[in-house]
């Protein structure tokens, strides 16, 4: 429910703070006093499209702000929740700042938001209807809602989205589905082979770098070993040892003529024998430590070109191969199941259609009986809204072949306006003032249904009609107020009196230094300024004491103030 206007610098209200209750308010006042403002106003709060025009001359920027009072089962909480919004209060109140460069700024229980999140919010909190706007009944698709809101199908109607969802959803697997399997079987004999040749190879995700280094190492081996193989034989019995034992044998048999000259030499010679022998034991334990097997070594070098070969044919590192492999493998899998998977996709579509089928047929099934019910209820509305004549019926078209998130049914109000002419659909075939009127008869059986929606404004919807009909359209809006919450601009005085709060929208010029400047201003009416009004508007600029009398009948069930 509406609870606050707050309007700042727009157009020609410079401050204004309207406070709302439940029930039916009126606001009433003479042409061009500024009644569209409030409405701009309104709107602009509600995500209404704008322009710098909007801002009061003057001004750098202009805010409109609604507050609102939300039940908390009301789907606008659940919206919020999901886009991330952190309010937790029954009251939410939109605000929108307009620049006089036609920029704007918008704003939920002061969090930035965007203008599109104001305009979903209003959406499903108020509903504005005037002569010539382009929803409710100018709006086919929205025909099958207001039939649904009177029977009460809206948990149906749900259920019946929440099929369809699974449904489009199954379908749409099952065309990847389908496309991934046709890819899939194109190369298929790509990816076997593929799989053949990476699970003959094995490879590990971090073999290269161990065969390189184990490559590396043998082959610095090998060149080590030939240059330890020529240091032995240069040491060997071939080489320094045989010479050094060839000497001694020559100093041994000089040494007992030489009186001990050769002895010290024997020894040395003795030592350098042993210091070689010992080096000769290390030489040969290096020689077999780096002994290299070439077989091994071929092995090693066999493996590690083939990886990089294979890495190299598939463009990718010798590291992925591995990955590769276990994606390749999966693919096969993939493909030789392709046509178990292809049947479960496509039951699972069809097992998704025949339930959204089920429930949409029985949506229809209650949408058929209701449709009979809601003829007779409008029907039952038109006389006293001087629409005596016409005839009002709803059409239901099904198509299983075209289900929506809807249903199966194309739900279409038809109406023939004078006796004898042929039904036509109710966009095409009513005025605007008598689609505000059918609309009218229409919110009022709706009255005492589900409906999410609790603050409704008609702009003018008496236009063009006075005496008992402006009664009518006064005491059905009066039943739409008791419901929740009705707003009404009006030129009918027997409209304005069904109103338990009535506002009067006046406009004045002051002199401010020498500029003239005119203000908008509106002003809450007690029971006599009522009576005033109500005169005002029965007799024009002079008020005669029958107009003041029949101003007063018109208040006879509104308490004094």
Known sequence: ???????????????????????????????????????????????????????????????????????????????????GYEIEDETLILRRVIGEEGRSRAFVNDQPASVSALRTLGAMLVEIHGQFDDRSLTNPAAHGFLLDAYAGLEKRVKKVRKLHASWRSAEKELVTGRAEIEDARADADYVRHSVEELEELAPESDEEATLDAERRSMQRAVSIADDVSKAADALGVKGAEGRIAEAVRWLDMAAPKADGRLDASLSALDRTMTEMSEAMREVDAAMEALSVDPNVLEQIEERLFALRGLARKHRMSVTDL??????????????????????????????????????????????????????????????????????????????EDGGTADGIDRVSFTVATNPGSPFGPIDKTASGGELSRFLLALKVCLVGNANDKTTIIFDEIDRGVGGATAAAIGARLRRLGDAGQALVITHAPQVAAEASMHWRINKSVTKQGKKEVT??????????????????????????????KAALSLLKDVPAA
């Open 1 to 83: 429910m509406l609870r606050r206007l707050s309007v700042r610098d727009i157009v020609l209200i410079e401050t204004l703070d309207l406070d709302f209750e439940p029930g039916l308010g009126a606001m009433t006042g003479e042409t061009g006093a500024g009644k569209s403002i409030l409405l701009d106003a309104l709107g602009a709060a509600l995500g209404a499209r704008v322009a710098g025009s909007l801002v009061r001359a003057g001004a750098s920027s202009g805010t409109a702000t609604a507050e609102f009072d939300v039940v908390p089962n009301h789907p606008a909480w659940d919206w919020l929740r999901e886009q």
């Open 322 to 399: 591995a990955t590769l492999r276990s994606k390749m493998t999966e693919r096969l899998a993939f493909i030789e199941a392709g046509e178990e998977r292809l049947i479960a996709l496509e039951k699972a579509a069809k097992d998704s259609h025949e339930a959204y089928l089920a429930e949409a047929r029985g949506l229809s099934a209650a949408r058929q009986k209701s449709a009979g019910g809601l003829d007779k209820a409008v029907m039952a509305e038109l006389p006293p809204l001087k629409l005596e004549r016409a005839k009002f019926r709803t059409e239901i078209t099904t198509n």
């Open 519 to 548: 203000t908008t201003r509106v002003t809450i009416l007690s029971r006599d300024e009522r009576v005033a009004e109500l005169a005002r508007m029965l007799a024009g600029e002079t008020v005669t004491d029958e107009a003041h």
